[in-house]
């Protein structure tokens, strides 16, 4: 078997040199032959992988579909290949002091608040605390990550928010905080020219700093310089600087007083990250894959992948009196290309042509999902979807170099810092399933995505209700390597929901 006669190679959309329309129409050719009870598979990998990564995943699932399945697999490699990028921008602010310093400070401000009795919340006093216990469990989350929750303070009934004098008197600290003003007065000499920065966005790189010392977004940070000239870098103000992270402290207080945190250490690194990191932390990354799943979809079928693809079943469509039994799968951000895939398919495939849809742990916001279903809902056949329990998607480490970092999985991390809004309800993510915690009139997309995935239609892993029905994964990039989801795919492509 050869792994090329079942792969589509795309780079932002459009189709490689490796991969020609004629390609495409070849192995769409041979798909459509195919008369297995299986079916044609369109298998979209999450968007952290590269083509090597993309490659083996298609050698190694090509064997289970065709094998255990009878299926005709057909896997749009679409190199995005940014989790490197990703990973080392997250390990470089990780060890960066300015972050390590802000952290501290937040953890020490938030646990005044938790601790905060109400004599002293009617006075706008914050009592003294020390904060040895939650350090302690930083140092030693290398090795145990779960310390990180376990150690956390408790969250009152009664916590408030910060009022305008604490604001003021927590700058007033902050002010006097010697590390803290010589390590921004550091970053400040090492800011970079506004030329510099420029360049560094057109490069598409996933990576643009502000400053040598710093991996801080420029855009965040601007807002906080001052520039007697416009045409030089400036320098950081260290009042707005200070009232900043006063201010990141009290949006931390506040997602803890709606119940839209994510505990008490992965929330104050999420806001962190949101005002200051936010383009290396994983926004520039994020948005370019969302972006390339759609641009796959672009007018032209000699140059879009999707597009190709797409044309060729519906030439291929005209000689058949009914059209195949075809499954789409995807993994993480390949849900996300699954929505843009049945958008294009819905204005382009005659509309008898329906499709089965699988979803492995998909990072697809409700929104889209929900924007899907009501658009092309009657496009979907069958339905399933595998993803974890909440208790082990937060028990996922997110980047097992700095386990200290962030304790949670990276659906949690999308949530939480690269999307548009803070705790964006995603799709794979089952604490959004809750109505107590998350209730239709206040978040109407969620409403139809939950009535529509429940019951058989979703397995929160660690789960067996039987065949097609069981997973074990219980890390976010192993489902489409844990042998009992495979089984259970496999399952359902031969025999059915």
């Keep these: 078997m050869s792994v090329q006669n079942h792969i589509i190679h795309s780079r932002g959309g459009k189709l490689c040199g490796d991969t020609t329309p004629g390609d495409v129409a070849r192995i769409i050719s041979k798909a459509m032959a195919h008369t297995d009870a299986g079916g044609i598979v369109l298998h979209f990998h999450g968007g952290l992988v590269n083509k090597d990564s993309g490659t083996e995943i298609a050698g190694r699932l090509s064997e289970s579909y065709e094998q255990q399945a009878g299926a005709y697999p057909i896997f749009t490699v679409w190199e995005a290949g940014l989790f490197e990028t990703l990973r080392n921008n997250l390990k470089e602010i990780a060890h960066e002091h300015l972050f390590r310093l802000i952290r501290e400070r937040l953890i020490k401000i938030v646990k005044r608040k938790l601790l905060q009795n109400a004599g002293q919340r009617s006075g706008q006093q914050l009592p003294t605390v020390d904060i040895d216990k939650e350090m302690a469990a930083l140092a030693e989350a290398a090795t145990d990550p779960?310390?990180?929750?376990?150690?956390?303070?408790?969250?009152?009934?009664?916590?408030?928010?910060?009022?305008?004098?604490?604001?003021?008197?927590?700058?007033?600290?902050?002010?006097?905080?010697?590390?803290?003003?010589?390590?921004?007065?550091?970053?400040?000499?090492?800011?970079?020219?506004?030329?510099?920065?420029?360049?560094?966005?057109?490069?598409?790189?996933?990576?643009?700093?502000?400053?040598?010392?710093?991996?801080?977004?420029?855009?965040?940070?601007?807002?906080?310089?001052?520039?007697?000239?416009?045409?030089?870098?400036?320098?950081?103000?260290?009042?707005?600087?200070?009232?900043?992270?006063?201010?990141?402290?009290?949006?931390?207080?506040?997602?803890?007083?709606?119940?839209?945190?994510?505990?008490?250490?992965?929330?104050?690194?999420?806001?962190?990250?949101?005002?200051?990191?936010?383009?290396?932390?994983?926004?520039?990354?994020?948005?370019?894959?969302?972006?390339?799943?759609?641009?796959?979809?672009?007018?032209?079928?000699?140059?879009?992948?999707?597009?190709?693809?797409?044309?060729?079943?519906?030439?291929?469509?005209?000689?058949?009196?009914?059209?195949?039994?075809?499954?789409?799968?995807?993994?993480?951000?390949?849900?996300?290309?699954?929505?843009?895939?049945?958008?294009?398919?819905?204005?382009?495939?005659?509309?008898?042509?329906?499709?089965?849809?699988?979803?492995?742990?998909?990072?697809?916001?409700?929104?889209?999902?929900?924007?899907?279903?009501?658009?092309?809902?009657?496009?979907?056949?069958?339905?399933?979807?595998?993803?974890?329990?909440?208790?082990?998607?937060?028990?996922?480490?997110?980047?097992?170099?700095?386990?200290?970092?962030?304790?949670?999985?990276?659906?949690?991390?999308?949530?939480?810092?690269?999307?548009?809004?803070?705790?964006?309800?995603?799709?794979?993510?089952?604490?959004?399933?809750?109505?107590?915690?998350?209730?239709?009139t206040k978040f109407p997309d969620i409403t139809p995505v939950r009535g529509f995935i429940q019951g058989d239609r979703v397995i929160w892993s660690v789960d067996d209700r039987g065949p097609g029905k069981k997973s074990s994964a219980v890390d976010h990039g192993e489902f489409d390597n844990n042998s009992d989801t495979i089984a259970s795919i496999c399952h359902i492509l031969k025999n059915g929901y």
Excluded: C
Excluded at 237 to 247: E, L
Excluded at 252 to 267: E, L
């Design 146 to 440: 779960t310390l990180l929750v376990r150690t956390a303070p408790e969250i009152p009934d009664e916590l408030s928010e910060l009022t305008a004098f604490e604001q003021l008197q927590l700058s007033e600290e902050l002010l006097h905080d010697y590390d803290l003003v010589t390590e921004i007065e550091k970053v400040s000499n090492g800011l970079l020219s506004p030329d510099n920065i420029q360049t560094q966005k057109t490069s598409r790189s996933g990576t643009v700093r502000s400053s040598t010392a710093s991996l801080m977004d420029p855009d965040a940070i601007d807002q906080y310089i001052e520039k007697p000239d416009p045409k030089t870098r400036g320098f950081i103000s260290t009042a707005k600087f200070v009232a900043a992270v006063v201010k990141i402290a009290g949006v931390v207080i506040k997602r803890m007083i709606t119940d839209r945190d994510h505990g008490f250490h992965a929330t104050i690194v999420e806001e962190i990250l949101r005002a200051l990191y936010i383009a290396n932390a994983g926004q520039i990354v994020w948005s370019t894959m969302k972006k390339d799943t759609f641009d796959h979809f672009g007018p032209d079928a000699n140059l879009y992948a999707g597009t190709a693809v797409l044309h060729e079943l519906a030439e291929q469509l005209k000689t058949r009196d009914t059209p195949p039994k075809i499954t789409l799968i995807g993994h993480s951000t390949g849900a996300v290309f699954i929505s843009a895939f049945l958008e294009a398919a819905d204005a382009s495939l005659p509309p008898d042509v329906l499709f089965d849809v699988i979803y492995l742990a998909p990072a697809a916001t409700m929104e889209l999902t929900a924007k899907t279903l009501a658009n092309q809902g009657h496009r979907i056949r069958n339905f399933r979807m595998f993803a974890m329990t909440d208790e082990n998607e937060k028990a996922d480490v997110l980047v097992d170099q700095v386990k200290f970092f962030y304790p949670h999985s990276l659906l949690y991390f999308v949530s939480g810092v690269v999307e548009d809004e803070t705790d964006m309800p995603l799709t794979g993510m089952q604490r959004f399933y809750r109505p107590d915690d998350f209730p239709d």
